[in-house]
């Protein structure tokens, strides 16, 4: 699916998603990663859901977002309480949905000002 952005060209805004990976400003991406609106995109060492480790979130924590919206891939899956508790303690939100539902809600909550995370799993990827 593609999106148009508005006026938001000087953040990273998602401006296409499918199966198999997603578009950051126009630019195409076929791994995981993590997205915030002023920084740009870096790899997310994660190939399966089944895989996300405490690690992964600690790196996202070090970011200091307000939120973090994290994309399981095709369907929505929920996270165990202490793979997030780094984020946890900072008082830091983790939304966990469908990767298309997570580049929509990013969007949305970039669009607002919001410091938000968005941590993309693209399944069977390899590693970046």
């Given at each position: 699916m593609k999106l148009h952005s508005d006026n938001n060209q000087q953040y990273q805004t998602v401006t296409g998603y499918d199966a198999d990976g997603v578009e950051i400003n126009a630019q195409r991406f076929n791994f995981s990663l993590i997205v915030m609106p002023e920084v740009a995109p870096r790899p997310w060492n994660v190939t399966r859901f089944e895989d996300l480790n405490a690690e992964h979130f600690e790196q996202i924590a070090q970011d200091t977002p307000d939120v973090v919206v994290l994309g399981t891939g095709a369907r929505q899956r929920f996270v165990h309480p202490k793979l997030v508790a780094s984020l946890s303690s900072r008082h830091v939100g983790v939304d966990c949905m469908d990767s298309q539902a997570a580049c929509r809600t990013y969007n949305v909550l970039?669009?607002?000002?919001?410091?938000?995370?968005?941590?993309?799993?693209?399944?069977?990827?390899?590693d970046a």
């Open positions: 970039m669009g607002e000002g919001r410091k938000v995370t968005l941590a993309l799993i693209i399944e069977g990827a390899a």
